[in-house]
């Protein structure tokens, strides 16, 4: 059974760093596209970053290029979100994505396209 549990979201203040995690199981997350996809408040689903496998690469939104790395560690099994200089349009609940299909998010990502986890609350504020 495909599964997948994101934690490490919490309150930090702008200009601060967070490092999300997206324990999967059921299948090799380093063999695998995924996405991280955020929905702040009272909006819709924004895509954030791909990281994608044969070929391998990553991409991320304009909005967060330069500030968040995607990676995954294959001995753990797990997905990352690192995220720094944070700001508070940065404030969202975030959700690993696995994809049904090898391909990169459409404009409008919507719950039918993959396998999501939970989602982890990022609050940025002083």
């Known amino acids: 059974e495909v599964q997948l549990v994101e934690s490490g979201g919490t309150l930090v203040q702008p200009g601060g760093s967070l490092t999300l995690s997206c324990k999967v199981s059921g299948f090799i997350v380093s063999n695998s596209w995924m996405w991280w996809v955020r929905q702040a408040p009272g909006k819709g689903l924004e895509w954030v970053a791909?990281?994608?496998?044969?070929?391998?690469?990553?991409d991320y939104a304009d909005s967060v290029k330069g500030r968040f790395h995607i990676s995954t560690d294959r001995p753990k099994n797990t997905l990352f979100l690192q995220m720094r200089s944070l700001n508070v349009e940065d404030t969202a609940v975030y959700y690993c994505?696995?994809?049904?299909?090898?391909?990169?998010?459409?404009?409008?990502?919507?719950?039918?396209?993959?396998?999501w986890g939970q989602g982890t609350q990022v609050t940025v504020s002083s």
């Open positions: 791909t990281i994608q496998s044969a070929p391998a690469g990553t």
């Open positions: 994505v696995r994809p049904f299909f090898r391909t990169p998010p459409p404009l409008n990502v919507t719950r039918n396209l993959g396998t």
